[in-house]
């Protein structure tokens, strides 16, 4: 569950969002909107990565600013380039970095790591540089390395966009047999028509608030004028 | 990545990597003070035993040595030639030894065993407000990035033959923003996967800072 | 420090290191080759700063010191750390350093010739380090090697003006270095 309470932002004195409200508590929510909207900072608020300049985000009901760690702790945040959220050299390794922080025991962290390699089919891959695995392989990785964390939402910024069509269907029936909470951004229509509730963000203000018909109904009439 | 590390079972691949580099520090300050050529000699002998108990392969050693060798003989000559010849003789058995038995350290000695030590050896610089912890992810970080930014560089080398550009600094100024905007991303995934968490209101991680504050 | 600072020392650490993988560069009319290498470091210290470039330049040597094949030809290991010409490489973050600061002094007014000049002091002090170096192991009077430098001049020049149009270009679209207002501290 994500609160908003009358959330702004701005970047170099110029606003980006404004005045949002919103609570968030649907199994799938999808965020649309065009490019330079505001969507991807909102997704970025919900996380804590970014901080608001005004209001308050509320993670299970914890202060993104006041009450950041945990706050934080509560939510996985995957990006659209799996390249830059890979950050060690090797599939285990990167999946191991994640548990640091656990304090687990190394054998803890093995068995874990071997589970999640098991689950998204890159057993073999184990010991592999990660810059070696295909586009949809690495998009899995970054999943996993969030996943292994036990996160209770999961905030996905256009994981499918640099996916051929194979890739993005084996994204997305991961995306959709997440238990947890799923906040995505997508230009994809299609995929966000399953969703629960869309919200369509234009210049800094949500304009469309509702089920999958409607508000993409809005969105397309709103990007084709 | 590919390591200079070779593979093997030996007792000196099965050495802590600690005690190597400590010996092999005691070793080069050992050498630059004595003098006698033989006593020299026989270090390097030691050295080639060492490299004969590894079984390092000759033409992997020659690869890693040869440019160092190559300048080694040709000051040796000049030396001799303009002053005496011991002298030449004492620098040149110096630098075979150091650079032979820096190598076999190398060759005999996985990457992850000399991250540990480095990060054992950054420990006591906490109190300056170094992280060793972070100096291990750091490391980490540029072997990740080697090969990616190789493929950018290949990237932006084929979109400029593609348009017939071919000066070869050309593909400096893309290929560092690349880099650039890379490290935004990188740095707001860092912070997501639990690294350093200073979020500051109205500060994104992928701002372009301003020059004055 | 923060993540982004991590971010950007790690990534123009290994940006030095693939700079080292592109092929040499021979100099038509001296028949000297180069690397685009330097260019790393003076690009460090020209866009992250003094600090962060310096550090930038460690981590280099790090990487090299763990036995990766980071240098022009695919070089690296202790050899190369502890070797005659090893002072070239040791050089590294002070060369990162000098230009960084050179390029800090000069960010509001920098004109081509200065981010070039910064670019050639930096790479200068290379030599400065390397060829001490080089004569100490060797046990020769430092004057000895010190010519040399002036062969590899017109290549540095080459890379200086490359590298002070890359900082000035990233200076506009990407600007790093933070300087204190005109008011604050020198």
């Known amino acids: 569950m994500i609160e908003l309470r009358d959330v702004s932002f701005e970047y170099d004195a110029r606003p980006v969002l404004r005045q949002v409200s919103a609570n968030l508590a649907e199994h799938r929510i999808g965020l649309v909107g065009a490019n330079g909207s505001g969507k991807s900072t909102l997704a970025r608020l919900c996380h804590g990565l970014l901080l608001p300049t005004a209001g308050q985000v509320l993670v299970n009901g914890h202060d993104t600013r006041r009450d950041a760690a945990a706050a934080r702790s509560q939510v996985g945040f995957v990006f659209q380039d799996p390249d830059i959220q890979i950050i060690m050299p090797t599939v285990a390794e990167d999946l191991a970095f994640s548990l640091r922080p656990s304090g687990l025991s190394k054998q803890e962290i093995s068995a874990q790591v071997d589970d999640w390699l098991g689950r998204y089919d890159l057993v073999s891959h184990r010991d592999h540089p990660a810059h070696l695995l295909s586009g949809g392989q690495k998009q899995l990785l970054a999943i996993a390395a969030v996943l292994i964390t036990q996160p209770q939402i ?10 051929d069509l194979r890739n993005k269907h084996r994204i997305m029936a991961v995306i959709a047999a997440l238990d947890q909470q799923v906040v995505m951004v997508s230009h994809d229509l299609d995929l966000l028509s399953e969703f629960d509730r869309i919200l ?11 089920s ?14 | 990545m590919l390591t200079l590390y070779t ?62 060798l190559v300048i080694v003989m040709v000051v040796a000559a000049c030396q001799a030639f303009f002053t005496s010849v011991s ?41 300056w407000g170094v992280h060793p912890d972070r100096i291990g992810v750091t490391v980490a970080l540029a072997i990740r990035f080697i090969p990616v930014l190789g493929e950018q560089a290949c990237r932006v080398r084929e979109a400029q033959a593609a348009r017939g550009v071919k000066a070869p600094f050309t593909l400096l100024v893309p290929l ?38 | 420090m923060r993540a982004k600072d991590l971010a950007l020392i ?52 790090v990487l090299v010191a763990i036995g990766l094949p980071v240098l022009t030809g695919g070089q690296g290991g202790l050899g190369k750390l502890i070797g005659p010409t090893a002072g070239f490489i040791w050089s590294w973050p002070a060369g990162a350093w000098i230009t ?82 005109v008011s604050g501290r020198r």
């Open chain 2, 176 to 213: 560092v923003i690349r880099t650039l905007r890379l490290a935004d991303g990188v740095g707001e995934a860092l912070e997501v996967r639990g690294l350093g968490s200073s979020a500051r209101a109205g500060a994104s991680t992928t701002e372009h800072r301003s020059m004055t504050r």
């Open chain 1, 212 to 225: 999958p018909r409607a508000a993409l109904d809005v969105y397309r009439r709103a990007a084709l004028g």
């Open chain 2, 7 to 68: 593979p093997g079972n030996s007792l000196l691949h099965r050495c802590p990597a600690a005690a190597k580099l400590i010996t092999l520090c005691l070793a080069a300050t050992l050498i630059m003070i004595l003098t006698d050529p033989i006593v020299l000699a026989s270090g390097i002998l030691v050295v080639a035993v060492g490299y004969g108990m590894a079984r390092i392969p000759g033409r992997t050693m020659w690869r890693l040595s040869r440019t160092a």
């Open chain 1, 154 to 163: 999961v905030i996905f910024d256009e994981p499918t966009t640099l996916l």
């Open chain 3, 100 to 181: 960084g600061a050179l390029v800090q002094r000069w960010w509001r007014g920098l004109t081509p010739a200065r981010a070039i000049a910064a670019a050639l002091l930096g790479s200068v002090s290379l030599y400065v380090v390397g060829h001490t170096w080089l004569a100490v192991m060797l046990g020769l009077p430092a004057s000895t090697a010190w010519w040399s430098w002036v062969a590899y001049l017109p290549g540095d020049i080459v890379k200086s003006c490359a590298a002070g149009v890359a900082i000035l270009a990233v200076k506009k679209a990407y600007p790093l270095i933070t300087v204190p207002s």
């Open chain 2, 87 to 127: 002298p030449a003789i004492i620098v040149g058995l110096r630098i075979l030894f150091l650079i032979t038995a820096a190598n076999l350290v190398t060759l005999t000695t996985r990457t992850a065993d000399l991250i540990t030590v480095v990060e054992a050896a950054a420990r006591p610089l906490t109190r």
């Open chain 3, 10 to 61: 790690a990534l123009f650490a290994a940006l030095t290191c693939v700079l080292g993988l592109s092929p040499v560069i021979p100099l038509p009319f001296i028949g000297i080759t180069f690397s685009l290498q330097t260019l790393g470091v003076i690009l460090a210290g020209g866009i992250l700063g003094t600090k962060r470039g310096a550090i930038a330049m460690v981590l280099v040597i």
């Open chain 1, 200 to 210: 369509v963000v234009d210049a800094g203000q949500i304009i469309a608030d509702d």
